[in-house]
């Protein structure tokens, strides 16, 4: 009888290990309404800024606050290869000598959320398995688009966090965050 239930202890543990877990995985909605949710969390904040605190910089030596919204739009646009976004239609930043005003910062700030949604938009499900490039060449590997995509959004999310931080060091209250659609 000990004999017996060993067997069947062993071939419920061996059916309960075999089968493959299934993740839930997030939808190209769900990942596009997070963007709008992290895309107004960053333009709005960067709308709150005054003028003339642009040029503003905590510590040496960290960038100014133009800056800081021009390495996010660098990013932005930098990274949408991973949607397949293409060349953007617009014309990109010099970068040796990037725009400074509010005006212009947050225009191309815009554009940069606007060209990487398009190209999430464009996605399909099944789109969020290809397996993808990712690091720089002395480590690049293979990851899902997924992977990728959660990587670029944890990226954006550190960046916003600098940006709160240039806003409260000038008494400013930040746009509301937010992350992903629920």
Known sequence: MKAFRLTIL?????????????????????????WDIMTTMVVESAKLMPDDCYEFVPVEPLRNFADQLNHTTSSNLGFARIVNAGRPSFPLPDRNNPPQSKEEVIDILEKSFAHFRAGLASLSEEDLDDMMDWGPQSNR??????????????????????????????????????????
């Open 10 to 34: 062993a071939f419920i543990l061996i059916t309960a290990t075999s089968h493959k877990t299934v993740a839930q995985t997030m939808t190209i909605d769900e990942l596009v309404a997070s």
């Open 141 to 182: 590997r293979q990851i899902p688009r997924l992977r990728a995509i959660m990587i670029v959004i944890s990226h954006l999310q550190r960046e916003h966090g600098k940006t709160m931080m240039y806003l409260r060091l000038n008494g400013i209250t930040p746009a509301p965050a937010g992350s992903f659609a629920g």
